[in-house]
């Protein structure tokens, strides 16, 4: 857990909202989903680190618990809809298809939760975390509805300073290359040469340029090591855009559930 359950939270609709909610100071940090371990990335996240001046200061990795969700005294039989996030919904798909409801996708996992009591959708459900039932006065009708067990979700921390070396770090950028042969092998190359590991790389559209790509790359390491300051200084040669998203101390896998998928 990056924070203390003390902590004050500011909910948002939109992820577009969270960012600029870090931006405009009305909080000091924003907590972003960034890939989910069945589903992939998500994507608008991505888009938006290259819309802002915002760092990614840490990561949290949560292990995905979905709960089935209703009003108190409703019997899952009676359900004739389930409302949640679109990747709770996809990543509870079999469960959902055994169960034979209608699915309708809602903004967030507990905001379907809040949903049911606030307009008494008495033979609705929603697929949320534990957590949202007992904040809501929801009733449980069943645990780890979700289709794979090892289900976990990266979330990023935003802010709008750059966390300092820790020693377990991990550092995020993006880049794009020129459009010839060996221009992307050349660069990461500038990585392989200095022994520096790689966790992901993913290409994402440049948009408004077709069929050219935005690579954005993890790999170990604070953006102030030696290695790392001198591998970053080499990319700058071989690409025609770089930007480093943050360094961040990098997060253990949790058994806590998800708020937000």
Not at 50 to 55: A, D
Not at 133 to 148: P, S
Request: net charge neutral.
């Amino acid at each position: 857990m990056f924070f203390e359950r003390s902590v004050g939270t500011k909910p948002c609709r939109t992820l577009k909202q969270v960012f600029q909610s870090v931006e405009e100071k009305s909080v000091d940090y924003g907590i972003v989903p960034a890939e989910n371990s069945l589903e992939g990335s998500v994507n608008q996240t991505y888009d938006l680190l290259l819309e802002t001046s915002l760092r990614i200061c840490g990561e949290v990795k949560v292990r995905v618990i979905h709960c089935l969700l209703a009003i108190p005294g409703t019997k899952i039989e009676n359900l004739r809809v389930v409302y949640s996030h679109p990747q709770a919904l996809a990543q509870c798909a079999g469960f959902l298809e055994k169960l034979d409801v209608e699915t309708i996708p809602a903004y967030d996992t507990a905001g379907s939760a809040k949903m049911l009591i606030e307009k008494q959708l008495l033979k609705a459900g929603a697929i949320a975390s534990e957590r949202a039932a007992e904040l809501y006065g929801l009733e449980v009708l069943r645990k780890g509805i979700e289709d794979f067990s090892e289900n976990f979700t990266r979330f990023f921390v935003l802010a709008r300073t750059d966390a300092l070396p820790t020693g377990k770090d991990k550092t995020s950028i993006v880049f794009a290359t020129r459009h010839t042969p060996g221009s992307l092998c050349n660069a990461l190359g500038q990585l392989a040469l200095r022994q520096i590991n790689l966790t992901k790389i993913e290409s994402r559209p440049i948009r408004g340029t077709p069929w050219e790509y935005n690579f954005f790359v993890d790999f170990e390491g604070h953006q102030k090591d030696p290695m790392i300051s001198e591998a970053i200084n080499a990319l700058k040669n071989s690409t025609t855009v770089l930007r480093i998203l943050g360094s961040y101390p990098r997060a253990e896998s949790s058994n806590g559930a998800s708020t937000r998928n």
